[in-house]
């Protein structure tokens, strides 16, 4: 694929961030010329990524939230979520449906509405390192 | 204020209002809350979602949450005038199972809604 633009952002883990960082990750993919409703579905996607960094990779202490926006000729976004937090010991396990490891009003459906909302989904994760999450979204907005 | 509260009989209907995430929730829960324990009588805890701009992943932990709450007080709770999308989300995690959720398009007059 083609890169025709990028972004590259960093902010604190701070939950006030979490509003700003999926308004400024859409505002910039705009320019494929997308549907409300794929605007929505980047929103979410990156909703959930960044709450996970907040809530669980720097769980306790604030640190950097690193995201990294691609605009791709072919009418695709990719957005690279990175973090230097805790890191995930089992992936898999974290991406069950409804598992959380934290208790309260956590879903437990973060992954489960990233893969959902989203065409492709990566997760790469070492403890102690951090965890990446990329996920690409296909518009097919700009086709029509 | 993100919720706003409206008792009618034995209903405590929940407005929200704006974006749902894991920065705005702990408010919205607390309002929730609040009318939850100051109204021992209450039969049915509605929350009205028709306010809500964007909701992510939050919002259905919001909404499991005060059916716990509710249940263990025996009460039932009911989610209105959900968006399309947030709809898809509530759905995901069978929460349907347990109270029922509407579409937004179920929307029905706002003064001939729950009268008992």
């Known amino acids: 694929m083609k890169k025709i633009n990028e972004l590259k952002m960093t902010f604190d883990s701070r939950s006030v961030n979490e509003s700003f960082s999926r308004v400024a990750v859409v505002a910039f993919a705009t320019q494929l010329d997308m549907t409300v409703e794929e ?7 990156v909703s959930e990524a960044v709450t996970n960094c907040i809530v669980h990779a720097y769980r306790n202490t604030i640190g ?17 979520i990175r973090d230097k937090g805790c890191g995930i010991p089992d992936i898999e396990k974290a991406m069950e449906p409804l598992y959380t490891s934290l208790g309260g009003d956590r879903s437990g459906l973060g992954f489960s509405v990233m ?13 102690g390192v951090g965890t990446t999450v990329t996920i690409d979204k296909k518009i097919k907005g700009k086709l029509i | 204020m993100p919720v706003i509260i409206k008792t009618r009989a ?8 704006g974006e749902i995430d894991h920065h705005t929730a702990p ?17 049915v805890l509605v929350l009205d979602f028709s306010g809500v701009t964007f909701m992510d992943s939050s919002g259905v932990g919001l909404v499991m949450g005060r059916y716990r709450l509710a249940n263990s007080k025996g009460k039932n709770i009911r989610v209105d005038n959900l968006s399309e999308r947030d709809y898809r989300i509530m759905k995901m995690s069978g929460i349907e199972k347990l109270a029922p ?12 809604y729950e009268k008992d």
């Open chain 1, 39 to 45: 605007m929505g579905d980047i929103k979410t996607v």
């Open chain 1, 64 to 80: 950097k939230i690193y995201i990294t926006c691609t605009v791709f000729e072919e009418g695709v976004v990719r957005v690279k």
């Open chain 1, 115 to 127: 893969e959902s909302f989203s065409d492709k989904l990566l997760v790469r994760s070492r403890v």
């Open chain 2, 10 to 17: 034995n209903v405590i209907y929940a407005y929200l209002k």
């Open chain 2, 27 to 43: 408010e919205m829960r607390s309002a929730i809350d609040d009318a939850i324990i100051m109204n021992e009588a209450f039969r």
């Open chain 2, 101 to 112: 959720i509407n579409k937004i398009t179920e929307k029905k007059d706002e003064l001939t």
